[in-house]
């Protein structure tokens, strides 16, 4: 994948880029804003060439120009407008507007970490905004092919839904090599069989893939988990709705497309003649905790040990104190706001609910900071603007930002601790000073999930005692979990690993840090369950770990084993062994990268990877593992 793009940098002679919007297998994508009048932004979505296809770099740009053609006669205010297809530098981008707001799946985030989902009213609602611009899209002849929660853009200025990321140009990138074939089929789960099996597409396969959408959306689950074993029907024991509703959702779902709705109008009346939930959304428990049996308390483990209890033992006041609850509500408007109910998208002829379902809005409305001094220049009150644009963008509070930058303004600058900086042009160096500082902390902060910037400021004690038990339905310690965030954590931040950021607004980012690693940990990316048996001898785990990643591996093994374990990687790694009570430590952030002897505890062992490297650390486990009968056993 190419280098990122440096902020200000003119691509086309038009685009000037402000900072990157995100990544995925095709390439990065920039918000970028004109160099012209208008000052309009727009997304620049880059392509990831190869080497040998830049070659035929004309040719690509050409098709792709005839793919977006269509979408350019498109004219619909819930759909962007493609720009262009541009090359700059040998690289390749598609130019689209930029739609300001949240994705459904930062939403439903959102509402998770306040242990509840979407309610019947607010799906039907988004659905019944949706469907009129499938139905444009269909009587135009074109299939988005991947509708999802992530693809769907909760926009701001309307709180309408808008589609992006259509399918169909995934097509075209994996016909050109640059989209992975598979990846461009469909998604798995939204897609209907047809689809995916046999890439037919049809109207009703959109229909499919927005009925899977409101399922997520009313549980909280992924679509995997609503499926029924052997026989892979939807489970609908746990999806809640009124008959109703849930008889339009199931005609959406059939397994074939002639059973499903012909059309999107057809679903729309079908929606405006069913009435409206007699219940209110009924709030779903604390989602982060996984649908896993129960398992017995790691009781000493479930807070940690040492300096990584330090780490997650703030002050449960700590927000309170800092002056931060002004400034909190912000989230709470975003998802929990009571205007503007959204069922009289769908006409009834009943009366509506009693209660109303929350409208979403991104930014919040009531973002606290003020306009910029009239005394400053222009130029640095436009910076100014730049900033609060972006930190708005990120979803981040202005009141937890603004202590987050003094604290560390006066970290690297301590004879200005404790002074206000005046307007003044002998205060012009610090305020440039600090505004570098602010603009450097949004960029590590952007390569923070959406969700987990959204709690800056509001991570509690509370919070982290629950992450702590989500993690032990896992058979992984505290202990372990911070070990990925501290790996995390101090790769994005090294000039804290001396320091004391606890009672700090550093601590709240160290925290939302712990809740990415939870759920990498809840998702099995950075968790896999080893087997050992008593027979065991070779490689049983090896990989690649990216810089400032780590990777969890359990196992259950029973005392008076005699367990043999090497990691063969760089020096720079660290490695962990954890006992199942956590009263043994047999290694800790060790460099050290074997250790042999007797086990004295019977349950689930934990291995801990880490990387503290810049680069990529590939890594292998090897076990040798014996019943006390059996004598030693060798690697």
């Known amino acids: ?12 002679d038009r685009y000037r880029v402000l900072y990157e919007l995100g990544r995925s297998r095709w390439g990065r994508t920039y918000l970028a804003e004109d160099t012209q009048p208008t000052g309009k932004r727009y997304a620049l979505k880059e392509l990831a060439l190869r080497a040998n296809e830049r070659s035929q770099l004309n040719a690509t740009t050409q098709r792709l120009k005839e793919a977006t053609q269509s979408f350019n006669q498109l004219q619909h205010s819930q759909l962007p407008q493609f720009q262009e297809v541009l090359v700059a530098e040998t690289r390749l981008f598609l130019v689209r507007d930029y739609i300001e707001g949240l994705s459904y799946r930062e939403l439903l985030q959102a509402r998770q970490q306040q242990g509840r989902c979407f309610s019947e009213a607010e799906v039907r609602g988004c659905l019944a905004q949706v469907l009129p611009v499938l139905a444009y899209l269909h009587q135009h002849g074109i299939i988005h092919q991947d509708i999802c929660l992530e693809n769907l853009i909760l926009r701001h200025r309307d709180r309408l839904p808008v589609p992006i990321d259509f399918g169909s140009l995934k097509s075209v990138a994996a016909e050109l090599g640059i989209e992975d074939s598979q990846d461009a089929v469909g998604r798995l789960g939204y897609a209907p069989q047809e689809q995916i099996q046999q890439g037919r597409i049809s109207p009703q396969s959109d229909l499919h893939a927005l009925g899977v959408t409101a399922l997520v959306l009313l549980t909280g689950r992924e679509p995997h988990q609503l499926v029924s074993l052997p026989d892979s029907e939807w489970d ?16 959406m779902l059939a397994k074939q497309a002639s059973d499903r709705f012909p059309c999107a109008p057809e679903v729309l009346s079908a929606l405006k003649a069913c009435p409206p939930p007699s219940q209110p959304a009924v709030e779903v428990p604390d ?4 649908p896993y ?6 009781h000493r483990r479930l807070l940690g040990f040492g300096s990584k209890t330090a780490l997650v033992l703030f002050l449960s006041g700590t927000a309170g104190t800092m002056g931060w609850l002004a400034g909190n509500a912000w989230i709470g408007s975003q998802v929990n706001q009571p205007e503007a109910p959204s069922p009289a998208e769908i006409p009834s002829p009943k009366q509506t609910p009693e209660t109303p379902p929350e409208a979403l809005s991104f930014p919040p409305r009531n973002d606290l900071e003020p306009e910029p001094d009239e005394e400053l220049s222009a130029a640095e009150q436009a910076r100014q ?4 644009d972006r930190r708005v963008q990120l979803g981040i509070d202005y009141e937890f930002f603004t202590a987050l930058v003094e604290s560390q303004f006066e970290v690297q600058y301590p004879s200005q601790a404790g002074r206000t900086l005046s307007n003044t042009s002998e205060d012009a160096p610090w305020r440039d000073r600090r505004h570098e500082i602010a603009s450097e902390l949004l960029d590590r902060l952007s390569s923070l999930r959406s969700e987990a910037r959204l709690g800056l400021g509001r991570y509690t004690q509370d919070k982290r005692d629950r992450w702590s038990r989500a993690a032990n339905a896992l058979h992984v310690s505290s202990r372990a979990l911070f070990d ?25 980012v160290w925290s939302a840090i712990a809740f990415e690693q939870l759920q990498a940990l809840q998702s099995g990316e950075a968790l896999e369950e080893i087997v050992l048996t008593d027979d065991v001898l070779g490689n049983l785990a090896n990989g690649t770990l990216e810089p400032g990643t780590g990777k969890v591996f359990v196992a259950q093994l029973e005392a008076s084993q005699f367990l043999d374990v090497a990691l063969n990687t760089s020096q720079t790694a660290l490695f962990s062994l954890y006992s199942p009570t956590g009263n043994f430590i047999l290694l800790e952030d060790s460099n050290s990268h074997s250790w ?19 680069e990529r650390l590939d890594y292998r486990l090897s076990f040798a593992i014996a019943n006390p009968s059996d004598g030693d056993a060798e690697l």
């Open 484 to 508: 990925l965030a501290d790996a995390a954590f101090f790769s994005r931040f090294p000039e804290q690993e001396e320091r004391d950021f606890r009672n700090e607004p550093m601590g709240q």
């Open 1 to 12: 994948m190419e280098s990122v793009l440096d902020s200000g940098k003119i691509l086309g």
């Open 293 to 298: 049996p129960p398992v017995p308390p790691f």
């Open 236 to 251: 609908w024991q746990k999806i809640p709705s009124s008959p109703e509703f849930g008889e339009i959702l199931r005609r």
């Open 287 to 290: 989602l982060e905790l996984p």
């Open 385 to 388: 603007r730049a900033l609060r």
């Open 596 to 614: 042999s002897g007797e086990l004295r505890e019977s349950g689930f062992y934990e291995f801990v990877v880490v990387s503290k490297t810049a």
